[in-house]
DNA sequence: TTTTACCTAACGACCGGTCGGTAACCTCGG
DNA sequence: CCGAGGTTACCGACCGGTCGTTAGGTAAAA
């Protein structure tokens, strides 16, 4: 039941994803769904309402991939290799969804959007607290955690951005480009210790 | 003479930057200039004419400044460093005009569309062939040589949504950081020769 | 006299959102 | 097993407002 509200909200991604938040209007969204706008808040108090549930439920299915991704494996450098691959992986599997979450802030009134940024702070400590560990430890070199993060965040995020399913790379060599990028430039030319 | 040209095209910038280019209608922009919104027509034919008119601008001004800067640097490593260390202070410095043109590509029709990605593509062209020679040469690792200008650019573009003239570090300091971030990933792992 | 740089007023299109209505289905007392 | 009453999921029509754009006019400058 209630199959309708998945169809619209599909359709909004597909929608927002191609043309934009503010470029597409509730009856565009009704007419792919086959029904008459009015219909649309049946389901959604708003147009905006729709927007968020999209970033809300987005955020939160990436946190949730993220921690249980990290839940079993040890050692700083591979949490972070792992954490970095899995946010490749999630941008670039979720891609219209997570272009949306990262592009369509500005869609929503002052507490909806505080909500959204709180969650996307929550995840970007996930990686700020592993950068700070790593350093902490001497396994990356000591650099500014704040920025850093920025970095590798929007470095993968921005996937989202250029990625075509049928292109020339699978997601797991994207992925693993960026994964060796990022290791290469926490450590910063230090000289590895050879592996035993 | 044409002064008010300039004011309208500063007053759109402001607000295209605060709102995005959807959310800001012709008469706000004619407002913070203090004339009515029907004296814009007679500066520029449309409103896209003036998003239009702001993103070329920026992207011809933008490959000026990258051209000029790298005319006397020699060495693979050094015009990397240069050319991150200009993208860098180009974003930062016009804030607000490049995160215009990176982020309001959807307002433009096909042809203008086509036009300012054709610069872009251009700009980019430069990063690309840095690349590719730094590769050939043995100064960089072998890698996949869009992915990795894509990676670039977008990492230091990325900073011009964040970015906050009044924050903790200069436009110097976070050039420098990227600048040693890319080159350290472009490098590797790979074994410096000590210098002489 | 022509051109420049603005104005007032209006237009048609479209937008998000609301209203009253309704057919189909579900529930439950008798 | 029935049917009354409520609920679910939609529809068609409409509203107030805003938007980009245009037409026509005017006062000053060239």
């Known amino acids: 039941m209630a199959a309708m509200k998945n169809t619209i909200t599909q359709a909004a991604i597909d929608l927002f994803f191609k043309k934009g938040y503010y470029a597409t209007s509730i009856s565009e969204i009704a007419g792919a769904c086959g029904i008459q ?54 941008h670039l599997e ?23 940024v709180a969650m996307r702070d929550q ?23 704040k920025i850093l993060s920025y970095a590798i965040l929007t470095l993968c995020t921005a996937g989202a951005f250029w990625f075509k399913p049928e292109g020339r790379l699978t997601v797991d060599e994207i992925a693993t480009i960026y994964e060796n990028f990022i290791i290469s430039g926490l450590k910063q030319g230090r000289i590895e210790p050879l592996p035993a």
């Open 123 to 145: 995840y970007e400590g996930i990686f700020q607290e592993l950068i700070a560990a790593g350093t902490r430890r001497g396994v990356f070199a000591p650099c500014d955690v």
């Open 37 to 90: 706008k009015a219909s649309i808040y049946y389901h959604f108090a708003s147009k905006e309402d729709l927007l968020f549930t999209i970033m809300h439920d987005t955020m939160a299915a990436l946190t949730a991939y993220l921690r249980r991704n990290l839940e079993r494996v040890s050692g700083i450098e591979k949490r972070m290799r792992r954490a970095v691959s899995c946010h490749v992986h999630f």
């Open 94 to 116: 979720h891609q219209k969804e997570t272009f949306i979450a990262s592009s369509e802030l500005r869609g929503l009134c002052r507490s909806n959007y505080l909500e959204i």
